[in-house]
Structure formats: C-alpha cells, structure tokens
C-alpha cells in the first residue's frame, strides 16, 4: 500500500487509516467494525534540518469504510490549517 500524501498550503498532509478494532493473534481486521483516522502533519523536509510533525485523531467513532476515515483526515487537516492563526503554528 502506497501512502498518500497531499500538499495543502505548504505543509504535506498524510492521512492514517487503521481498523478501529486491532487484528487479534492469527485473525485479521473486522472491517464490520469500522475504521479509525487520523492525519499527520508536517513541514516538507529541508536540507541538514529536521521538519516538524503532529499527529491529530480525527474523532471517537469509527468510519464505515476505510475510503470514507481518508477522506475525512484530510479534510480534518485542511480545516486546521486554514483555521491556525498565523502568530501561532499547532506544530509547536
């Protein structure tokens, strides 16, 4: 699986998706349950320095489909940053 990563104002976006329920010993995940998100943050990285990150849980409940838990990582995503204030950055 390749990972998707969106550019959104300067900063790259990855969407997380993972079963809401881990895959026990010998089974894999139920996608009957749901899958949770999240989304990264982060500076695009620059020569000899390090780029910042944040990890953000979009929210409690599982999504139905994985499809639907990436869509809303991003949107998640794009909504933070265009909602930050310039004088303070959430990846301090």
Request: glycine share 8%; aromatic share 8%; net charge neutral.
């Given at each position: 699986?390749t990972?998707?990563?969106?550019l959104y104002?300067g900063?790259e976006?990855?969407?997380?998706?993972f079963?809401?329920?881990?895959?026990?010993?010998?089974?894999?995940?139920n996608?009957d349950e749901g899958?949770?998100?999240a989304?990264r943050?982060?500076?695009?990285?620059?020569?000899?320095?390090?780029?910042?990150s944040r990890?953000?849980?979009?929210?409690?409940?599982?999504?139905q489909?994985?499809?639907?838990?990436?869509r809303a990582?991003t949107?998640?995503?794009?909504?933070m940053?265009?909602t930050?204030?310039?004088?303070?950055?959430?990846?301090d």
């Open positions: 699986m990972a998707e990563i969106r104002r900063l976006i990855y969407p997380l998706v079963a809401h329920r881990p895959a026990g010993s010998g089974h894999g995940p996608p899958y949770d998100a989304v943050i982060q500076e695009p990285p620059v020569p000899m320095g390090v780029a910042r990890v953000f849980k979009v929210r409690d409940e599982p999504f489909s994985a499809g639907d838990a990436r990582s949107a998640y995503a794009e909504q940053i265009d930050c204030p310039q004088a303070r950055s959430f990846l």
